[in-house]
T-cell receptor
């Protein structure tokens, strides 16, 4: 089945710097890759997603890139702010009933002001 | 608020007791998912409903777990004879079509 690995597990950056989180997946049939942000005590919130027919997608300070050949995708956050501090999860769609998601283990991002 | 809601937000129970959680999906979303999240890990898929039909269950869902979605609206997840290993955050998500899923705030279960 699908396996998603995420790195790094923790990331500390200075406010204003960029942050990059990387994920790899195993099932070449996967076509959808969302990123979620989870704050303490809350459920995951979708922040950006990408489909396999697109190599890059950007939304203000957040961008995601996808390399289907290498089976990896990355989240890029520019001009980080303290409110970006949270746990970030990547996920890959599994093409079975219901398009369930398989998640990475998460990255704790700390933005120091 | 038109997002996914879950109740209760926190549940503390003693080992061996039964617990039931409720999820109300976004209105008109016909797909509903349950995930479990343990500390330091990403959510893990438990089960999935298309309208009222439960179409897939993970191997993580032992016989002590049961989920229902009567009339294709809200869903309940029941755990019988709880064990300490059941302590986790139980997340519900819903979607209209395709893989785009919106999550609720979760129910934090602590089994003493």
């Amino acid at each position: 089945g699908e396996n998603v690995e995420q790195h790094p597990s923790t990331l500390s950056v200075q406010e204003g710097d960029s942050a990059v989180i990387k994920c790899t997946y195993s099932d070449s049939a996967s076509n959808y890759f969302p990123w979620y942000k989870q704050e303490l005590g809350k459920g995951p919130q979708l922040i950006i997603d990408i489909r396999s027919n697109v190599g890059e997608k950007k939304d203000q300070r957040i961008a995601v890139t996808l390399n289907k050949t290498a089976k990896h995708f990355s989240l890029h956050i520019t001009e980080t702010q303290p409110e970006d501090s949270a746990v970030y999860f990547c996920a890959a769609e599994v093409l079975e009933y219901g398009n369930k998601l398989v998640f990475g283990a998460g990255t704790i991002l700390r933005v120091k002001s | 608020d038109t997002g996914v809601s879950q109740d209760p937000r926190h549940k503390i129970t003693k080992r061996g007791q039964n617990v039931t959680f409720r999820c109300d999906p976004i209105s008109e979303h016909n797909r509903l998912y349950w995930y479990r999240q343990t500390l330091g890990q990403g959510p893990e898929f438990l089960t999935y409903f298309q309208n009222e039909a439960q179409l897939e269950k993970s191997r993580l869902l032992s016989d002590r777990f049961s989920a229902e979605r009567p009339k294709g609206s809200f869903s309940t997840l029941e755990i019988q004879r709880t064990e300490q290993g059941d302590s986790a955050m139980y997340l519900c998500a819903s979607s209209l079509v395709g893989p785009l899923q919106f999550f609720g705030p979760g129910t934090r279960l602590t089994v003493l």
